[in-house]
């Protein structure tokens, strides 16, 4: 009589069926996060390039009041600013923000609160200034946004370098980040040798 098909015949054709399948199931995972991870690189290279120009002209009008000294309204004879106070809301683009690391995202983010954080500060100094010239008012206003241009220098290093991007090339010579930190530094010297003489 014929023998029957043995055990590891009969099993044999399951175990492999089962192994192509998990094999088959991991490879569609795996080319399903392929798929993603290149999704979410271009995503996150997109959110750099829309937001890093944005930041590059926020950094720009931050630069702006940076230099302004105000002038004269010839009908008041008060100095008033040149320059328009610099605005960024980040709410209002369109791009993956999942796709950049939470702390960029955050500061990002931040930055409405840390402009109007800025105003408040420059406001409460003009409320005890004097006119015509407002220098204090004026001195906080320069202040202020070299602070934030520095601040919004930094993310967007972090943003671009997270996203591997080229640095953009220099057209022409102009370094915001030595502006900054002159103007923060030679402010801070004045109001330190100005409570010192006031204290004597």
């Not at 996150?44 to 829309?50: D, K, P, T, Y």
């Not at 057209?171 to 923060?184: A, C, L, S, V």
Request: aromatic content about 10%; hydrophobic content about 35%; proline content about 6%.
């Amino acid at each position: 009589m014929a023998n029957g098909p043995s055990f590891i015949q009969t099993v044999t054709p399951a175990i492999i069926g089962l192994i192509g399948v998990g094999v088959g199931g991991a490879l569609t995972t795996w080319r399903e996060r392929s798929t993603e991870k290149r999704i979410e690189i271009k995503d996150a290279a997109l959110l750099a390039a829309v937001i890093g120009g944005e930041l590059d002209g926020f950094i720009a009008a931050c630069n702006e009041v940076v230099q302004d000294d105000g002038e004269t309204n010839p009908d008041t004879g008060f100095w008033e600013e040149t320059t328009a106070t610099p605005t960024f809301d980040p709410s209002k683009y369109d791009v993956e923000w999942r796709s950049i690391h939470e702390k960029i995202m955050f500061d990002i983010h931040d930055l409405p609160y840390q402009i109007s954080f800025s105003n408040g500060a420059i406001r409460a100094v003009g409320e005890h200034d004097s006119p015509p010239d407002f220098s204090d008012w004026f001195q906080e206003r320069q202040y202020q946004y070299a602070r934030l241009g520095l601040h919004c220098l930094d993310i967007l290093e972090r943003l671009r370098g997270s996203a591997k991007l080229v640095p953009r090339p220099k057209t022409y010579e102009w370094n915001p980040r030595q502006i900054f930190q002159d103007k923060i530094e030679a402010i801070e010297l004045r109001k330190a040798e100005s409570q010192g003489s006031g204290s004597t």
